[in-house]
């Protein structure tokens, strides 16, 4: 909500300060100009990546709305590792199998529609199971395993926003383009009369006015917003891997759990007396709190 409420600031502080002035809304209104400027904008993003990025991007607008992984989600996390960790102490890790090889019939997991909807984490989850199970795998070697996968994840999440970027460094030079071709057209009316060769002068300038102000005030924002947005859902999949090397060290449940809960975001971290009842009502309960937000894959 608060990006939405800076757009409108931004857009509030620009007419403000223009209409102060004694300037002319009217004059800031030229189709032409938008046309060349959105149009080309449009036309460098389609050329600068393949469309499956373009998707993404699409996909990743809703995040400018997200307040990404709430507290309650980061602790439904803790405690839910915590349960599977619980039945390999109890049942051993072939205990886990049943969990691993179907996610969306385990006893514990379908407690967590959080986890099961955000497929790369689900996905990670599974195949470093799997290969805890297997065996014979150094610690130092999952762990540099995990961290490719999360570095290649990211990557591929951020290429979107990556894009956005470089479109709000090419609106300043698209809006030059736009002031040259309209000094070019004021050139052609140079022996007309000096109101209308003042208005043509202004339409120009209004390009690179637009191409300053988008760059700056919105696109640019606007990929930086997601980013953040992307790089604060990322700490979701972090806290998962240090609670499941921690566990592959061989710490107790309740360790790994709180290896975990260090990496959260202080903002949204839980304390530890928080996860310590979450996972002891968990035993008698087997119920955990409602979703109150959700982590996208």
Do not use: W
């Not at 400027?37 to 709305?65: E, H, R």
């Not at 309209?182 to 209004?206: D, F, H, Q, R």
């Amino acid at each position: 909500m608060i990006s939405i409420v800076g757009i409108i600031v931004v857009a509030l502080a620009v007419m403000g300060g223009y209409l102060m002035e004694k300037g002319q809304i009217m004059v800031l209104f030229q189709p032409a100009e938008f046309l060349i400027i959105g149009g080309a904008a449009i036309g460098t993003l389609l050329v600068s990546v393949p469309m499956k990025v373009l998707k993404t991007l699409l996909s990743q607008f809703g995040k400018i709305m997200s307040a990404g992984p709430s507290k309650q989600i980061y602790l439904n996390l803790l405690v839910m590792m915590y349960e599977l960790f619980n039945v390999a102490r109890k049942d051993g890790l072939v205990g886990l199998e049943s969990h691993i090889e179907g996610p969306d019939k385990s006893s514990v997991l379908t407690k967590y529609p959080e986890m099961l909807k955000n497929h790369h984490a689900l996905n990670f989850l599974v195949d470093t199971m799997r290969l805890i199970i297997m065996g014979g795998v150094p610690e130092n070697d999952l762990e540099s395993m995990m961290d490719l996968d999360l570095e290649t994840h990211k990557e591929e999440k951020l290429h979107p926003s990556s894009a956005l970027a470089r479109v709000a460094d090419s609106l300043p030079g698209l809006g030059i383009v736009a002031a040259v071709l309209g000094v070019v057209i004021t050139m052609g009316s140079i022996g007309g009369p000096p109101e209308v060769i003042g208005e043509k002068v202004g339409a120009a300038l209004v390009g690179t006015f637009l191409g300053v102000l988008l760059s700056y005030g919105f696109v640019g924002p606007l990929g930086a917003n997601i980013q953040f947005q992307i790089e604060t859902e990322e700490k979701y999949s972090l806290c998962l891997k240090q609670g499941l090397l921690a566990f592959h060290k061989g710490f107790a449940a309740s360790i790994a759990v709180e290896f975990a809960r260090r990496t959260i975001p202080t903002d949204v971290r839980p304390t530890f007396s928080e996860v310590e009842e979450a996972c002891r009502a968990s035993k008698t309960s087997g119920k955990v709190a409602p979703e109150t937000a959700t982590v996208s894959a």
